[in-house]
């Protein structure tokens, strides 16, 4: 019976940790073991860290970020300059940017990108919420940072064409990011040296 119930919870915890990225059939037993007898203070922390993180953050009601606050410190920085937003697919482009110190603009965070094959397209991506963050009367220019990709490519199309009829200027990253070429796997003097060149669309 004891047996039983202790391979119910380890059972438990393998298809848990499954939901990660790139964590499969294998490597999901490996966390799993790994946790419990080498490093319990560490399977502890993460589980803590967890369910805090799950309670406290939400998403930024500017940049769609997390968050801890509705507007997040980086939104809510006078010293930044409110007329650029930098559209990213995700938290880790923006902070490639930011680690790039080449720019002081504001972000909006996709959370994804448009990938029709898997349903997800203008709508499931909120697509009107950064309409709407981009036409606050404020931004002048939005810089799309979405990955050259072909998802992020068709990503940073619509959202230029969705926003080149409101009178904005939109700019994209030049060539200095790779095809293919996703921003948390580039330098970030490519990165620097992207913005710099951004092309007017
Ligand atoms: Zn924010």
């Known amino acids: 019976m004891i047996v039983a119930d202790s391979s119910a919870s380890l059972d438990e915890l393998i298809g848990a940790l499954r939901c990660l990225p790139g964590v499969g059939p294998r490597s999901a037993p490996r966390m799993a073991y790994h946790l419990l007898q080498r490093d319990r203070a560490g399977a502890a922390r993460l589980a803590a860290a967890l369910g805090h993180a799950l309670e406290v953050l939400r998403h930024c009601e500017r940049c769609n970020a997390f968050s801890e606050d509705a507007v997040c410190a980086r939104c809510a920085n006078p010293n930044r300059d409110a007329s650029r937003l930098c559209v990213v697919e995700n938290p880790t482009d923006l902070a490639m940017i930011e680690q790039s110190q080449s720019y002081d603009g504001m972000y909006y965070v996709l959370m994804g990108r448009l990938s029709p094959l898997d349903g997800i397209g203008p709508r499931e991506l909120g697509l009107d919420r950064l309409i709407v963050r981009a036409t606050d009367g ?52 490519t990165i620097a040296q992207a913005l710099a060149e951004r092309r007017v669309l």
């Open 138 to 189: 404020v931004v002048r220019e939005v810089i799309l940072a979405t990955n050259f990709t072909n998802e992020g490519e068709v990503t940073a199309h619509t959202i230029a064409t969705l926003l080149g009829t409101r009178g904005l200027a939109v700019s994209r990253l030049s060539r200095g990011v790779p095809v293919g070429g996703e921003l948390e796997h580039t330098d970030i003097g």
